[in-house]
């Protein structure tokens, strides 16, 4: 399987900056696009940045701006680089990565998740 650990989390005040890192391990096989979503409390989860292996990416429109997602290849790392951060940014953000891990018959296609890291904006 494939595992994603995140890191970079915290408590930050409004206008200022943090860095999310994810992490994959595993036995990887391939990794396609890499991305970001976020659940804040009573709210479903929601998507919020992506990158693709050729480093295309799309934003969801209140983050435009304001957050730039990043990978590294070579590290199967994707970043999320968030400044100009609001109190509506709160959440625990999750990484995902689309990709297949290796099995004893070959590989399999997967949709992996972290365990998420939690983003808390406030004054």
């Known amino acids: 399987q494939v595992h994603l650990v995140e890191s970079g989390g915290g408590l930050v005040q409004p206008g200022g900056s943090l860095r999310l890192s994810c992490a994959a391990s595993?036995?990887?096989?391939?990794?396609?696009?890499m991305g970001w979503y976020r659940q804040a409390p009573g709210k479903e989860r929601e998507f919020v940045a992506i990158?693709?292996?050729?480093?295309?990416?799309k934003y969801e429109d209140s983050v435009k701006g304001r957050f730039t997602i990043s990978r590294d290849n070579a590290k199967n790392t994707v970043y999320l680089q968030m400044n100009s951060l609001k109190p509506e940014d709160t959440a625990v953000y999750y990484c995902?990565?689309?990709?297949?891990?290796?099995?004893?018959?070959?590989?399999?296609?997967?949709?992996?998740w972290g365990q998420g890291t939690q983003v808390t904006v406030s004054s």
């Open positions: 990158i693709t292996s050729s480093a295309s990416t």
């Open positions: 995902n990565a689309d990709g297949s891990h290796l099995t004893d018959a070959g590989w399999a296609r997967g949709d992996y």
């Open positions: 595993g036995s990887i096989f391939s990794i396609n696009a």
